[in-house]
C-alpha cells in the first residue's frame, strides 16, 4: 500500500509515504545496505533528538532558568534554538548566553550511543559524512574528521562577525572559562572576544549570515566530500545514501541532493529514516525505503538485521 503525498515547499514531484510493515521496510533497509560498496551519511538534527540530545522543555529549563529569569519566558527563552535569537543588549550578555549553549550543545554533549551504531552500519565499507549539525557527534562517536563535512559550522569555532578574514578560532577553552566565569547571564568584559585583524565583534561559527566564514578547513573538507563520491560514482558499484532525520529547514544540502543521486545514477539507492517526514520518491521507489519510525529503534533494528 502506498499513500501518495505532496510536501509543501519541496520540488514539483510526486513524494509517497510507504506502507509496508515495518519489519519489511526494516529488512529492505538492511539489503540496500548490505549491498552497498559505497555508503554516505547525511545528518540531521533528527538523528541527535533520535540519540538523546535535549533543546526545550524541562531540559531547556533546567539549563538556562537564569535566562528565563532575567529575560522571561516569551518566544524567544523556549528553546536553545529560539534563543540564540534574542536580541541581547550587549556582548557580554550575548557571549553569557552563547558559551553556555556552546558547552550544553556541543561541548559537554555525549548521546553518541546511536551514532556507534549508525557507523557500524557502514563496517568494511568506504563512507563519508555530509552534516549540517553542529554537535560533534559523529566525531565523538569515533568517526574520523577526515570523513566528515560540517557545511553549516560548529559550537567549538569563532569568527569575525563581519567576516572580514577566512579564519576561525578554536573557542572549547575560552567557552570553558565563560561558563565557570558567567553572573547574571554576562560573562567579564574582559573575556568578550575580539576580532584579532579588524578589531570588531566575533561570533560563533554556525551560517546564521551572509557572514559565515568558510575557512581552509571548511574547503578541505569540501574537497574530500566531492572526491568521494567522485571515487564512488565513478566506480559504477553500489552507492547507498542514509539519510537521517533531515528535515525542510536546509533540504537542498542533504535531502534534494541525495534525491537527484538517485535520481540520476542508478547505482544508487536511499534509506531515508525520520519519525515524521521520511517520504521517498515515487519514481525512485524500487531504490529508496522510507522509515517513519524512531532511530532510536529503527538504527539498531536494521544493524541487527545485516548481522543475522
Not at 515495518?22 to 539489503?31: G, L, R, S, T, V
Not at 563581519?162 to 547571564?185: L, N
Not at 542514509?242 to 544508487?268: A, S, Y
Amino acid at each position: 500500500m502506498r499513500v501518495r503525498t505532496f510536501m509543501s515547499g519541496v520540488p514539483a514531484r510526486d513524494y509517497i509515504f510507504q506502507t509496508e510493515p515495518y519489519e519489511e521496510q526494516i529488512k529492505k533497509a538492511a539489503k540496500l545496505i548490505r549491498e552497498a560498496d559505497y555508503i554516505l551519511f547525511g545528518l540531521g538534527a533528527g538523528i541527535s533528538t533520535a540519540a538523546g540530545a535535549q533543546y526545550g522543555g524541562d531540559f531547556f529549563k533546567g539549563n538556562f532558568g537564569e535566562f528565563i529569569e532575567k529575560y522571561g519566558a516569551g518566544p524567544y527563552m523556549q528553546d536553545m534554538y529560539s534563543a540564540g535569537f534574542y536580541p541581547y543588549p550587549d556582548e557580554e550578555s550575548y557571549w553569557g548566553y552563547w558559551s553556555r549553549q556552546a558547552m550544553v550543545g556541543g561541548i559537554e554533549l555525549d548521546v553518541t550511543g546511536l551514532y556507534r551504531q549508525l557507523i557500524a552500519l557502514a563496517q568494511g565499507k568506504k563512507s563519508f559524512c555530509l552534516s549540517t549539525n553542529a554537535d560533534g557527534q559523529m566525531e565523538k562517536a569515533g568517526y574520523s574528521t577526515e570523513q566528515i563535512f560540517c557545511t553549516q559550522g560548529d559550537y567549538f569555532h569563532i569568527q569575525c562577525a563581519k567576516g572580514c578574514h577566512a579564519k576561525t578560532y578554536d573557542a572549547v577553552a575560552r567557552f570553558r572559562q565563560m561558563d565557570q566565569a558567567r553572573r547574571d547571564c554576562k560573562v567579564p568584559f574582559y573575556m568578550v572576544p575580539k576580532c584579532p585583524v579588524c578589531g570588531g565583534k566575533m561570533n560563533m561559527n554556525l551560517r546564521i549570515d551572509q557572514y559565515f566564514v568558510e575557512d581552509e578547513a571548511w574547503y578541505d573538507a569540501d574537497e574530500r566530500f566531492q572526491k568521494f563520491l567522485r571515487e564512488a560514482l565513478k566506480s559504477g558499484k553500489n552507492f547507498c545514501l542514509i539519510d537521517c532525520g533531515t528535515g525542510f529547514n536546509t533540504p537542498m544540502i542533504i535531502r534534494f541532493l541525495f534525491e537527484k543521486m538517485v535520481r540520476e545514477h542508478g547505482q544508487c539507492a536511499m534509506v531515508r529514516l525520520n519519525l515524521n517526514e521520511a517520504v521517498v520518491q515515487e519514481s525512485c521507489e524500487e531504490r529508496e525505503v522510507g522509515i517513519n519510525a524512531d532511530m532510536a529503534k529503527s538504527i539498531p533494528d536494521i544493524l541487527e538485521t545485516m548481522n543475522l
